[in-house]
T-cell receptor, first 110, second 115 residues
Framework: SQQGEEDPQALSIQEGENATMNCSYKTSINNLQWYRQNSGRGLVHLILIRSNEREKHSGRLRVTLDTSKKSSSLLITASRAADTASYFCATDDAGNMLTFGGGTRLMVKP | GAVVSQHPSWVICKSGTSVKIECRSLDFQATTMFWYRQFPKQSLMLMATSNEGSKATYEQGVEKDKFLINHASLTLSTLTVTSAHPEDSSFYIC???????????FGPGTRLLVL
């Protein structure tokens, strides 16, 4: 079963705007990871944030983690049309198993 | 890098036939490989975990006799969908990792359509 929910399920923005996606989970985690999936393709690993970290940056990506609220957010700044994809969070428990959220479908309009 | 390939990328078969999907780690040895299934507009659901040289561990609700998994080497795992039915039509994705606490690297997926 899925670990948690992603919010929103779908997001449509204009190029240049920022996109924020949220992920909530239910159990204790070792780390939380964000992935991107283009339509009908495999997953691309974006960023991993460990349970003892609160924020992490990678290029235009900013991830936060609040373990007290069991939630994480992914911010994509200055979005581009090429960012159009589905974004999934996945939690890694101590057993190194990944459990995926429902995903957010992002559309960036040029 | 860490590249994982899958073959075939898509397959169409008749109901009742068996289909084999291969997952290969191209530039690293994978002690563990994972098989996921993804229905349209849904998330990935873990089907099973396979460790090289041992039997796969299946998630609840996944029939081990229907989805045969073999992880015979450190670079290859296969998933065989036996006696496929239209409801087995889905996107099957594998992932591989070098060892515990390591990142999972995902294959490009295999789209199965059972007529």
């Amino acid at each position: 079963s899925q670990q948690g929910e992603e919010d929103p399920q779908a997001l449509s923005i204009q190029e240049g705007e920022n996109a924020t996606m949220n992920c909530s989970y239910k159990t204790s985690i070792n780390n939380l990871q964000w992935y991107r999936q283009n339509s009908g393709r495999g997953l691309v690993h974006l960023i991993l944030i460990r349970s003892n970290e609160r924020e992490k940056h990678s290029g235009r990506l900013r991830v936060t983690l609040d373990t007290s609220k069991k939630s994480s957010s992914l911010l994509i700044t200055a979005s581009r049309a090429a960012d159009t994809a589905s974004y999934f969070c996945a939690t890694d428990d101590a057993g190194n198993m990944l459990t995926f959220g429902g995903g957010t479908r992002l559309m960036v309009k040029p | 890098g860490a590249v994982v390939s899958q073959h075939p990328s898509w397959v169409i078969c008749k109901s009742g036939t068996s289909v084999k999907i291969e997952c290969r780690s191209l530039d690293f040895q994978a002690t563990t490989m994972f098989w996921y299934r993804q229905f349209p507009k849904q998330s990935l659901m873990l089907m099973a975990t396979s460790n090289e040289g041992s039997k796969a561990t299946y998630e609840q609700g996944v029939e081990k006799d229907k989805f045969l998994i073999n992880h015979a080497s450190l670079t290859l795992s296969t998933l065989t969908v036996t006696s496929a039915h239209p409801e087995d039509s889905s996107f099957y994705i594998c992932s591989a990792r070098r060892g515990a606490q390591e990142t999972q690297y995902f294959g490009p997926g295999t789209r199965l359509l059972v007529l």
